[in-house]
């Protein structure tokens, strides 16, 4: 396990396009945080600065941030394709590591890349928290549940990257069918194959995780307004929390073990 | 006493749709050979060595490396350079060495070990982007000896080396040789197979051709060449000789190719004795190339 962790973290940390990439993902995340504070909107009992304090603001961001998951895929994407132009997963094979041991290897950095965002999540959500100061700090400075689940959403993600990259070999080609496969694609297979079961389908399932925050509902006077925004509703959720986080986990293994499927199945040219 | 199997292939095959690249190969590589795998382009040298290393689905077939199913564990016990240098190229050397030396459990120390053999010292913290392609054939030669393997496995090694390259390889391999390891060698240059090969394997569509050891092969044509004055009488005597298994003329004199057990120097006297004055007697030994192409034809 050690081993293979050095062996990512050599080859991670010192890739440009990595370091990039998840600076690119922090920038924006940062700016469209920044962006959104400097709205001045209060309607009603609903106020934007609301959302950066406790406990809305771990809500509100980790359903930002939940956007900026799809970075996050794109980076495991480009590490994962870069093994295949590179011929290093071939040379690694060559050298002694097996095909569990190359699957083991990207798992730990999905968790690395999922790591990442749960911290970017927390440390600046308690920060504006902490700055915008309302509340009861004690009793809502921890509870931060929602975290861990952005934290399932972010590795679901990056799994499915993950398998994109080994089925298609390829950055450009992995790139652009998974962002085809999140939207337009599952919609279409939702509506014409699984009307009846399109919350079970993985991008729809894994994107509902973070919902739109309760708050903005709630004061905007329920459900339906936010609703109208096409966001996906807390307060209405189609399937109960604890089925939402199993079927997550589960296509998180499922997307692993496809990777590794594949991967054992086709040869290295 | 047997001499230990390090690599055994039997009954190999590897199909691409239509296209048969292997067809039922069997071939065996003993402890402290230096084995040379040769053929034409698209005989089955890559696909053979890739099927051996893991990186290629056999159709059917097996094959064995140290008499064990072959696996992760045996690779380690096997340095390896297949085809082109495979490095992350915005790693420097030493950390593409320190990759595969955490890959194969070695200590970081010997690193800067193989990169004095393959003269990359200088170069150890250059990003590998920034090699000369010769460089970077070297680098994958250092990767290969990491660890100092049991078996070095190289296909087409000389890829892309210049002279002194070419020379530091064949330094290399023998040295190798010397401490008793195995090596596999791929190769379309025959002079340096010749050179370093204690044995060598013809493959040609898939399928071996010859098998044997280098020094065997190459005694199996026994050639000489002669020029007469008197080609008439020389034709008449060569067709009446036991020692003669076939000759031909060309515009440089006759080209004779003897019985094993008949040198030079009886052809020599047998002529005298039948008043066979010769210009000139080159006693030629059979080279790999020529065996080679004879072969693949």
């Known amino acids: 396990m050690g081993k293979l962790l050095r062996i990512e973290a050599i080859k991670t940390f010192s890739s440009n396009t990595f370091r990039s990439l998840i600076t690119l993902h922090l920038v924006f995340f940062l700016l469209v945080i920044l962006l959104i504070s400097k709205i001045d909107i209060s309607v009603g009992v609903f106020s934007v600065d609301a959302l950066f304090q406790f406990p809305h603001v771990y809500d509100f961001f980790a359903w930002v941030s939940s956007w900026f998951n799809i970075l996050l895929a794109i980076i495991v994407i480009v590490l994962v394709s870069n093994e295949f132009r590179f011929g290093t997963f071939k040379q690694h094979i060559i050298d002694g590591l097996n095909h569990e041991q190359l699957i083991s290897g990207k798992v730990q950095v999905l968790f690395i890349v999922a790591i990442y965002g749960f911290i970017l999540v927390l440390v600046t959500s308690m920060i504006s928290g902490l700055i915008m100061g309302a509340g009861s700090l004690e009793n809502e400075l921890f509870q931060i549940d929602i975290l861990f689940v952005y934290f399932l959403q972010t590795l679901a993600y990056v799994s499915m990257g993950l398998f994109f990259a080994i089925m298609f070999r390829n950055n450009a080609l992995s790139i652009v069918s998974f962002i085809l496969y999140l939207f337009p694609g599952e919609l279409i297979i939702r509506k014409l194959l699984f009307p009846d079961y399109e919350r079970y389908l993985p991008a729809k399932l894994i994107s509902d995780l973070t919902p739109f925050p309760e708050y903005v509902s709630e004061s905007l006077g329920g459900p339906n307004s936010a609703g109208q925004m096409n966001f996906p509703m807390a307060t209405e959720p189609a399937l109960s929390q604890a089925t939402s986080l199993g079927m997550a986990g589960f296509y998180f293994v499922l997307f692993i073990g496809l990777s590794y499927w594949v991967l054992r199945k086709r040869s290295f040219s | ?297």
Not at chain 2, 100 to 116: E, H, M, T
Not at chain 2, 162 to 169: H, K, N, V
Not at chain 2, 221 to 227: A, C, G
């Open chain 2, 1 to 297: 006493m047997s001499e230990e199997s390090i690599l055994k292939i039997q009954n190999l095959s590897k199909k691409y749709g239509n296209l048969r690249a292997l067809n039922n190969l069997n071939l065996n590589v003993n402890r402290g050979n230096v084995y040379g795998l040769l053929g034409p382009n698209g005989s089955g040298k890559t696909t053979t060595l890739s099927i051996a290393l893991g990186t290629l689905n056999q159709s059917a077939g097996e094959y064995f490396w140290f008499g064990e199913e072959p696996g992760s564990k045996s690779r380690l016990r096997i340095g390896s350079l297949i085809e082109s240098p495979n490095f992350y190229p915005y790693l420097t050397l030493s950390d593409n060495l320190r990759i595969v030396a955490n890959i194969k459990n070695v200590p970081f120390s010997d690193i800067n070990r193989v990169l004095g053999i393959t003269s990359l010292l200088k170069r150890k913290y250059s990003r590998f982007r920034h090699l000369s392609s010769g460089l970077k054939q070297r680098l994958a030669l250092a990767s290969a000896l990491l660890g100092n393997p049991e078996v070095l496995v190289l296909d087409e090694p000389t890829k892309s080396l210049d002279p002194e390259g070419f020379s530091d390889l064949r330094e290399i391999i023998n040295q190798q040789h010397k401490e008793g390891k195995t090596i596999i060698l791929a190769s379309h240059i025959l002079d340096e197979v010749e050179k370093v090969c204690t044995h060598v394997g013809i493959l040609k569509a898939g399928e071996l051709v010859r098998e044997g050891r280098v020094d065997e092969i190459l005694k199996k044509v026994n050639l000489i060449y002669v020029d007469t004055p008197n080609p008439d009488g020389l034709v008449r005597v060569l067709s009446s000789s036991d020692m003669v298994k076939e000759y031909k003329q060309d515009k440089d004199g006759f080209q004779i190719v003897l019985n094993d057990d008949y040198t030079a120097s009886d052809l020599n006297k047998y002529l005298f004795d039948n008043n066979i004055v010769l210009n000139r007697l080159e006693s030629k030994k059979n080279t790999l190339e020529k065996e080679f192409l004879e072969l693949i034809k």
